[in-house]
């Protein structure tokens, strides 16, 4: 069975159609192998063996009949933000503690009545965070090195898919939150064009910026589990309505021709040394496979974070106002409305969240917004045309995803602006929506670094093409750990 554990999501896909192994058996496979190291890794807030065997039975029986789609037996860890049927979603905060939703998030309509799903994941207080150190259920550790964190806020879903709890897995990308902790744990995050896949049933953090992505093995299963849950949706307003490719064709066309660009403002001296020897070991790799490599710069990137840092929060202030004890989870009883509401709040929000909701609410205020706000949205535009001028000469942008290999658990927590500039490489593409995907390059100290590759809107085709051969040149094998 352990050989199981060390399939990829198509590898495992492809013997669950052969008949050679059950749904069953791979659920079962999971969920011993989440008894076994999750005490240590604190990777789920909730577990669902149970549900998991039950979901595989259905999947297994309709196998029996043909036309199951290729994704569906595969057991999935789904990041605890999304809504999921009778199974609580806690958003990593107690004001949700005892929440249970009626519905799925759309992202998880095309596996059949319902994923075959081995848990929830542990993640950032309603996604704010960089470590996974936010959550009130506790942090989530690497599967690299326990005494150090798995990146944030999807880091409980990439410690989960790294130490082989499940194959693949759901997370969500606002600031980088899919890319940055899949390169912390040695894994491959995608963050697809903003519209791509539905918000509806994720519970809002950013709402111009979140996006849902695949957390996975390698470059192949990622592109399967986009095909799974890309799509227009008319329940969000947001979904883009543009027709869903096939991801898996013409993946190992090669890069012959295609123009990459390494990114100057992200390569240097803010980024840690043994990051940048990975990320130019990958590039001439891909320029030894064919592609045409140069520099390219986007000259508004030392901007992002702080632009990032004042739109984020201002939607932020406005998202989380709805929890207030009245319509959602925790209530704490009071004396007047008003005074229930300040409780309720009080107790059921994490210093994170409260942190940002009075910077939001502070960009947003009369006599502020124009001088921090607008000036952030202005910021914002100003990036998207440095990023359709780098498209009229480049195909592919690369740079690293995180300016670090993973830290110590702790080492940032004091220091909330040291914890912000972990997200330095990752937010430009969040704020300009554009498909950015992270890529195992190579190790750093012993421990994984993430190799990002940007490309223009809803040109996730090229952008898995171009990644499948960055992969090929790290050479960079998959193996659950620890």
């Given at each position: 069975m352990a050989d199981l554990l060390s399939l990829t999501a198509h590898e495992l896909s492809g013997k669950l159609d052969a008949g050679e192994v059950s749904v069953r058996e791979a659920a079962e496979a999971a969920n011993r192998r989440v008894e076994e190291v999750d005490g240590d890794l604190n990777s789920f807030v909730t577990t669902t063996p149970e549900l998991a065997l039950e979901r595989a039975g259905r999947v297994d029986g309709l196998l029996r009949n043909g036309g199951v789609r290729p994704w569906e037996g595969v057991p999935i860890a789904v990041k605890d933000v999304l809504s999921t049927r009778g199974v609580r979603t806690t958003c990593g905060s107690k004001i949700l503690e005892e929440f249970t939703p009626l519905y799925d998030a759309s992202a998880l309509k095309n596996f059949g009545d319902a994923p075959v799903m081995v848990g929830k994941a542990n993640m950032d207080e309603f996604a704010m965070g960089s470590s996974t150190e936010n959550s009130?259920?506790?942090?989530?550790?690497?599967?690299?090195?326990?005494?150090?964190?798995?990146?944030?806020?999807?880091?409980?879903?990439?410690?989960?898919?790294?130490?082989?709890?499940?194959?693949?897995?759901?997370?969500?990308?606002t600031g980088g939150s899919v890319r940055q902790p899949a390169a912390l744990c040695g894994i491959v995050g995608l963050k697809p064009?903003?519209?791509?896949?539905?918000?509806?049933?994720?519970?809002?953090?950013?709402?111009?910026?979140?996006?849902?992505?695949?957390?996975?093995?390698?470059?192949?299963?990622?592109?399967?589990?986009?095909?799974?849950?890309?799509?227009?949706?008319?329940?969000?307003s947001t979904s883009a309505n543009v027709e869903v490719p096939d991801y898996l064709a013409g993946l190992d066309a090669g890069v012959e021709g295609l123009r990459v660009g390494v990114v100057?403002?992200?390569?240097?001296?803010?980024i840690d040394a043994g990051v940048r020897e990975v990320v130019s070991k990958v590039a001439a790799g891909l320029e030894a496979a064919g592609a045409e490599v140069g520099e390219v710069s986007l000259p508004h990137a030392y901007y992002a974070l702080e632009a990032y840092y004042i739109i984020a929060p201002a939607e932020v202030s406005s998202n989380l106002a709805r929890f207030d004890g009245v319509r959602y989870g925790l209530r704490v009883q009071a004396d007047g409305v008003h005074e229930m509401y300040r409780k309720t709040r009080e107790a059921g929000?994490?210093?994170?969240?409260?942190?940002?909701?009075?910077l939001g609410t502070y960009a947003l205020s009369s006599g502020y917004y124009d001088a921090y706000y607008a000036q952030a949205q202005k910021v914002r535009t100003k990036i998207v045309e440095d990023f359709r001028d780098a498209y009229a000469r480049y195909d592919v942008l690369v740079s690293p995803t995180s300016p670090s290999v993973a830290f110590e658990i702790g080492a940032k927590t004091d220091d909330p602006l040291a914890m912000y500039l972990q997200d330095i490489c990752a937010v430009p593409a969040s704020l300009a929506g554009v498909p950015a995907i992270?890529?195992?390059?190579?190790?750093?100290?012993?421990?994984?670094?993430?190799?990002?590759?940007?490309?223009?809107?809803?040109?996730?085709?090229?952008?898995?093409?171009?990644?499948?051969a960055a992969e090929q040149a790290a050479g960079f094998e998959f193996a659950p750990r620890p």
């Open positions: 009130a259920y506790g942090p989530t550790k690497n599967p690299w090195d326990l005494n150090r964190v798995p990146g944030g806020s999807s880091g409980g879903s990439a410690a989960a898919v790294a130490a082989g709890e499940g194959w693949w897995a759901l997370g969500t990308d064009t903003y519209g791509r896949v539905s918000r509806y049933g994720l519970i809002s953090f950013g709402s111009s910026l979140d996006c849902i992505g695949p957390m996975t093995r390698d470059v192949r299963d990622s592109a399967l589990l986009l095909q799974a849950i890309a799509g227009h949706d008319p329940r969000d100057t403002e992200l390569m240097d001296e803010r929000f994490g210093a994170e969240a409260k942190r940002r909701i009075m992270s890529i195992p390059g190579g190790l750093a100290d012993g421990l994984p670094v993430g190799v990002q590759l940007m490309g223009d809107h809803f040109t996730e085709p090229m952008l898995l093409r171009a990644a499948r």
